[in-house]
């Protein structure tokens, strides 16, 4: 057997797939033309992701990390979350095909670049807003 039982699980019940309406941050990586391609959404509230979702394209190996990056992601804070790697992905997984270990990655990037994207925004609105502040003195 190529992969673990909890990759066919993953795989087979993928959870928290699909999108977030208004998410705080997205995070994309991949070609959506050709090849692998995940889109991850996240929904922050103090500091803590509280949901996440996703939309792939991908093999088995790809599908079943996405499911398990979003339940290794949820509850966490966003320090903790941006410190999930490939290879905890891997790990939950019980492992992966050495030929398949790229796909741990797609997910913890991906989900790497949904909180960028949050921060991104973040700083964005908060600059925004001192520049208010300071206009209206």
Do not use: W
Request: charged share 25%.
């Amino acid at each position: 057997q190529i992969y673990s039982k909890k990759v066919l699980e993953h795989f087979t019940n993928p959870r928290n797939a699909g999108s977030i309406a208004d998410p705080d941050g997205i995070g994309e990586i991949g070609d959506p033309d050709c090849g692998d391609f995940l889109r991850v959404f996240i929904k922050i509230d103090d500091n803590t992701i509280k949901d996440v979702k996703y939309q792939i394209r991908g093999c088995p190996a790809s599908i079943a990390c996405a499911s398990a990056m979003t339940e290794m992601a949820i509850g966490k804070s966003l320090d903790d979350a941006m410190m999930i790697t490939d290879d905890d992905i891997v790990s939950e997984l019980n492992g992966l095909p050495e030929f398949k270990i790229h796909c741990s990655a797609l997910a913890a990037t991906g989900l790497q670049k949904a909180i960028i994207d949050y921060f991104e925004k973040y700083i964005t609105k908060g600059q925004i807003k001192e520049m208010n502040d300071a206009i209206q003195i």
